[in-house]
Each structure stands twice: as C-alpha cells, then as structure tokens.
C-alpha cells in the first residue's frame, strides 16, 4: 500500500521567505504526483501536476520537483505572502491506477 | 470554466438517519472519485466510477453506496449515520485519457456532514 509522509506537518515563517515543503511516497511506481491547497473547511485546489517522467513543474511563484527513483517531491513557494496561508498535500497515483493517495499535509501560516 | 459541483454544501443529521450526497462532474469527464476527510485527517478513497460502473474501491462502509447515473452524476448514499461518518465529503473527476495533456483531478467543494 502507497504511504505518503509530508514534513513538516506545519510550518510557519514570516512573509517574504521562501517555503520548502517536501513529500515522499514509499512505492516509486507513481504515474503521476499533485500538489493541492486547502483553505481551511474548503475543497481541495489542484496546484500543479508533475508526470512521472517529469522532474519539475512551475507556475508562477510556485515550483515542484519530482525525484521519482527516491520517492520524493518537494514544493517551493518562492516570497511567501500571507494569502499563501494553508494545509498543502501531496497525493500520488500509482502505475495502472488512477485514485490518488494523499500525505497528511502540511500546515502552513505566513506572518505579516 | 464548469468545475465539479457537489451538494448540498452543509448536512445536519441525526444518528441512524440517512443522506445523500450528490456530485456533478465536468463536463466530458469520464471518472468519478468520492473522498472523506474527517477533522484534520488527509483525504480517504472511498470509491470510483468509470463510465457508469464501478471502478474501483476503497475504504467504504457497507452501510455506504453509490452509483453514477446516465448523465454522468454520482451520487453518495449513507444509511444508519453515525457520529464517526461526520466529515467533509468530496467528489472529483477527471478523464481517463492517458494521452490527453491534463490529467489532474478536479475537486469540488465538499459536502460538510455533520451527525448528531
């Protein structure tokens, strides 16, 4: 069974920096990996899609890496605001499959 | 751009009552998803339709079932709720194309179930 672990489980920093949240999942054999946001008591955002092929992905501020043979993917966001405040998961979906399996999350709060 | 609409957004019940919970995918997407996530857990799988049938699933009650019906919509029956079932219900979709470019899952906004 696919164990996804997100750390930190919460993380907060002071507007402007930079944020590293990392993801890593214990069966290399993904198809694909997201990223969501969730505000809290909302729906989930999809932030970016990295293929299994890929090793990153970017929009915007936001860039993710993808290490697939390590098992593990990291999200960068890059001059934090404080509208960046948010529970960020990973999910993975394996070869052959199509449901995602996703970490815990990780808390974030940006301080103005 | 049409998004996966899912209601009702908030549902009160007693215990041992029962709900219902809708979701209507993209438009031209093929593939339904449900999740719950109770307070402060990650998502969980419940199940899945591909093309009307049942695709694959997961961690679903017995006292839960669900179906897709012609026009693509889903629905999530629970029956005799518990206090355990309170939690945010999402639908998803997504298309099955392994060739098309967007392959991302698209979540509505959940269906807030609170048993009492």
């Known amino acids: 069974k696919q164990e996804v672990t997100q750390i930190p489980a919460a993380l907060s920093v002071p507007e402007g920096e930079n944020l590293v949240l990392n993801c890593s999942f214990t069966?290399?054999?993904?198809?694909?990996l997201q990223w969501f946001r969730q505000d809290p008591g909302k729906g989930l955002t999809s932030l970016l899609l990295?293929?299994?092929?890929?090793r990153e992905q970017t929009s915007g501020r936001l860039n993710a890496s993808l290490d697939k043979s390590s098992g593990r993917s990291t999200l960068y966001i890059a001059a934090s605001q404080p509208g960046d405040s948010a529970t960020y998961l990973c999910?993975?979906?394996?070869?052959?499959?199509?449901?995602?399996?996703f970490g815990a999350g990780t808390t974030v709060t940006v301080r103005a | 751009a049409a998004g996966v609409i899912q209601s009702p957004r908030h549902l009160i019940k007693e215990k041992r009552e029962t709900a219902t919970l809708k979701c209507y995918p993209i438009?031209?997407?093929?593939?339904v998803y449900w999740y719950q996530q109770g307070p402060g857990q990650d998502p969980q799988f419940l199940i899945s339709?591909?093309?009307?049938?049942?695709?694959d699933k997961g961690s679903i009650p017995d006292r839960f079932s669900a179906q897709q019906f012609s026009d693509y919509h889903s629905e999530l029956n629970m029956s005799s709720l518990e206090l355990g079932d309170s939690a945010l219900y999402f639908c998803?979709?997504?298309?099955?194309?392994?060739?098309?470019?967007?392959?991302?899952?698209?979540f509505g906004s959940g269906t807030q179930l609170s048993v009492l």
């Open positions: 999910a993975v979906v394996l070869e052959g499959d199509y449901k995602l399996s």
């Open positions: 998803a979709s997504s298309s099955r194309d392994r060739g098309a470019t967007n392959e991302k899952l698209f």
């Open positions: 990295i293929q299994s092929s890929q």
């Open positions: 339709f591909y093309e009307k049938m049942q695709s």
């Open positions: 438009p031209r997407h093929d593939t």
């Open positions: 069966d290399s054999a993904i198809y694909n």
